[in-house]
């Protein structure tokens, strides 16, 4: 069974940092992308960033490009996200997702993702 078990959200003030961490078990992701997507009160879900597991090649939104940074650790089957000069726009649930991802295009499609996790809520005051 595979679980993706998000944790790391909080509250924190306008330009403070936090790191959100994914953990996964249940099947060998070599060959998936691991994702962050968030979704803030009232509107869809939006791509935040994506690495892929075995090249570890990444890909981000242009809304976080430069202050978020996507990473994975393979011993500890983790995906993390760094998140920096955080503004109350980031405030969201973020959930971690995992996919076969065969092209560019497909990144940012939610529906190519086939492991979701609960997710995890970043607040940020201003």
């Known amino acids: 069974q595979v679980q993706l078990v998000e944790s790391g959200g909080g509250l924190v003030q306008a330009g403070d940092s936090l790191r959100l961490s994914c953990a996964a078990s249940?099947?060998?992701?070599?060959?998936?992308?691991m994702g962050w997507f968030r979704q803030a009160p009232g509107k869809e879900r939006e791509f935040v960033a994506t690495?892929?597991?075995?090249?570890?090649?990444?890909y981000y939104a242009d809304s976080v490009k430069g202050r978020f940074t996507i990473s994975r650790d393979n011993a500890k089957n983790t995906v993390y996200l760094q998140m920096n000069s955080l503004k109350p726009e980031d405030t969201a649930v973020y959930s971690c997702?995992?996919?076969?991802?065969?092209?560019?295009?497909?990144?940012?499609?939610?529906?190519?993702?086939?492991?979701w996790g609960q997710g995890t809520q970043v607040t940020v005051s201003s």
């Open positions: 249940g099947r060998t992701f070599g060959s998936y992308a």
């Open positions: 690495i892929t597991w075995s090249s570890g090649n990444t």
């Open positions: 997702a995992a996919g076969v991802i065969r092209f560019l295009s497909q990144i940012r499609d939610e529906g190519r993702y086939d492991y």
